[in-house]
């Protein structure tokens, strides 16, 4: 198990941009396939993108916009999600997780359910 901090979530404007990171505590991130899902209110947890931390390889899911990437610090053992151009349907709670048992798989699992590290979440609103 590893514990994942999340930070960076906030109220922000339609158009702006905002920047959540995650961080393993105790654990290299190079260790693990990063992942970020976000929560509607009444939903389950949605794949939003991930990263290997291995190899930095990145995935998204085939609706992405590209408006959000995925990107990984390893000096600083951080995972960074990039948000631009943030809608108010952006609004959400946003998860980091980490799955160990995919690092050196092919592809990641779009999947919450194959995710067993999770961080507490970190609200995002974006007013109109």
């Known amino acids: 198990q590893v514990q994942l901090a999340e930070s960076g979530g906030g109220l922000v404007q339609v158009g702006d941009s905002l920047r959540l990171s995650c961080v393993p505590s105790?654990?290299?991130?190079?260790?693990?396939?990063m992942a970020w899902f976000r929560q509607f209110p009444g939903q389950e947890r949605k794949f939003v993108t991930a990263i290997n931390g291995r190899t930095g390889l990145t995935y998204y899911p085939d609706s992405a916009e590209g408006r959000f990437t995925i990107s990984r610090d390893v000096a600083k053992n951080t995972v960074q999600l990039q948000m631009n151009s943030l809608k108010p349907e952006d609004t959400a709670v946003y998860y980091c997780a980490a799955d160990a048992r995919r690092l050196w798989s092919r592809g990641v699992s779009q999947n919450e359910n194959d995710y067993d590290n999770w961080g507490q979440g970190t609200q995002v609103t974006v007013s109109s």
């Open positions: 105790g654990r290299l991130l190079t260790a693990y396939v």
